[in-house]
């Protein structure tokens, strides 16, 4: 593969599924910014999505494994921290891919993803995860996590 197949590395990596919530891929999370051809190798640049997320070896490991298997080795991966990520960066659609596995979407309102009330109650800051909440719905009483708006 050459620069004219940029497309489908990027193809490849919407393949890669996030680590910690695998109904979404590194690429809708966010995580991958920018897919480039220099040098003779393709520039793969991740922005974590904080910086200290536990996840960003994960994230590398898996995009490597992709890239290999498919038989491209002429990569490299660059973590860049700037512009910092934010739940901006995620689509209509992956949000509600979220909402549809039990995570209520980053939102300023906080909407239960079981029943859409937003009559809820935050029980902790974090969730499993530190860019997730930990809240209960008053209507359903169903528990659940909520990706905090960063």
Excluded at 69 to 85: L, Q, S, V
Aim: hydrophobic residues 35%; proline residues 7%; charged residues 20%.
């Amino acid at each position: 593969m050459q620069s004219g197949k940029i497309k489908e590395i990027w193809k490849l990596l919407d393949s890669v599924p996030d680590p910690e919530i695998p109904v979404i891929s590194v690429v809708e999370l966010g995580v991958v910014r920018n897919i480039s051809f220099t040098n003779n190798a393709y520039q793969i640049l991740i922005t974590p999505t904080y910086s200290g997320c536990p996840a960003v070896k994960t994230f590398i490991d898996d995009i490597k494994s992709c890239l290999k298997t498919n038989k491209i080795f002429n990569f490299d991966i660059k973590i860049i921290y700037a512009p910092a990520w934010t739940t901006d960066w995620m689509s209509v659609e992956t949000k509600e891919k979220l909402r549809k596995y039990g995570i209520s979407p980053p939102s300023n309102k906080v909407v239960c993803p079981q029943c859409n009330s937003s009559n809820t109650v935050l029980v902790s800051e974090f969730g499993a995860t530190a860019c997730k909440s930990f809240h209960k719905c008053s209507e359903c009483l169903e528990p659940f996590e909520h990706f905090k708006c960063i």
